[in-house]
Nanobody
Framework: QVQLVESGGGLVQARGSLRLSCAASGSIASKVMGWYRQAPGKQRELVARVSSDYTTLYVDSVKGRFTISRDNAKNTIYLQMNSLKPEDTAVYYC?????????WGQGTQVTVQS
């Protein structure tokens, strides 16, 4: 079973940037992969996804600010987050965007101060 480890979160000022990484323990080259986030009191939501052919898709709230990418040779997914807003504050997770998901990792906390 593939294990996922997210990293790169932290505390940042509004309009700042962060780059998240997600390292998988096995091959994810054939998988549609996504970044999810869960804010306190809210459901987990898919914010960005990248297909095996590198096609990307974003939720409207992050379009133009976030960029998802993948490095299949490293079994790693990235999320470049620019122009961060306080409403981006959440725990960020990566996982496949298809069913069934891999076991969820611990996530990485992103906190954006106004």
């Amino acid at each position: 079973q593939v294990q996922l480890v997210e990293s790169g979160g932290g505390l940042v000022q509004a309009r700042g940037s962060l780059r998240l990484s997600c390292a998988a323990s096995g091959s994810i080259a054939s998988k549609v992969m996504g970044w999810y986030r869960q804010a306190p009191g809210k459901q987990r939501e898919l914010v960005a996804r990248v297909s095996s052919d590198y096609t990307t898709l974003y939720v409207d709230s992050v379009k133009g600010r976030f960029t998802i990418s993948r490095d299949n040779a490293k079994n790693t997914i990235y999320l470049q987050m620019n122009s961060l807003k306080p409403e981006d504050t959440a725990v960020y997770y990566c996982n496949t965007a298809s069913y069934p998901p891999f076991p969820w990792g611990q996530g990485t906390q992103v906190t954006v101060q106004s």
